[in-house]
Nanobody
Framework: QGQLVESGGGLVHPGGSLRLSCAAS????????IGWFRQVPGKEREGVSC??????????YYSDSAKARFNISRDLTKNTVYLQMSSLKPEDTAVYSC?????????????????????WGQGTQVTVSS
């Protein structure tokens, strides 16, 4: 239970939408929380949204910038977590990475306790520009 592979990034106009996918190894979503994080060169990593493991109850967390615009979901049959992003803004431009964690401290992990991360994906670029 480890590998995470992101896909779905790209170039989108302001106001547009993108759906990012995080494909995990079988069994990962049952035991690990999955989070989406983003980073811009020269800035700190930011937790965007996280979802708890199946065994943890599936709680979700959204950053203030993601609330009302982004939605995290998962498909257990595909071992995949999605981040649906709508009403995108130029300030959403970043490398988006998904990660897993076995911690029950979902919000702590998602808001900066990155030492709790089990595995990081390689990241996918999202560019919002006209």
């Amino acid at each position: 239970q480890g590998q995470l592979v992101e896909s779905g990034g790209g170039l989108v106009h302001p106001g547009g939408s993108l759906r990012l996918s995080c494909a995990a190894s079988e069994g990962t979503l049952e035991h690990y929380a999955i989070g989406w994080f983003r980073q811009v060169p020269g800035k700190e990593r930011e937790g965007v949204s996280c979802i708890d493991s199946v065994l943890g109850g599936g709680r979700t967390y959204y950053s203030d910038s993601a609330k009302a615009r982004f939605n995290i979901s998962r498909d257990l049959t595909k071992n995949t977590v999605y981040l649906q992003m709508s009403s995108l803004k130029p300030e959403d431009t970043a490398v988006y990475s998904c990660a897993s964690s076995a911690t029950p401290q979902l919000i702590s992990w998602c808001t900066g306790s990155y030492h709790l991360t089990h595995y990081w994906g390689q990241g996918t670029q999202v560019t919002v520009s006209s």
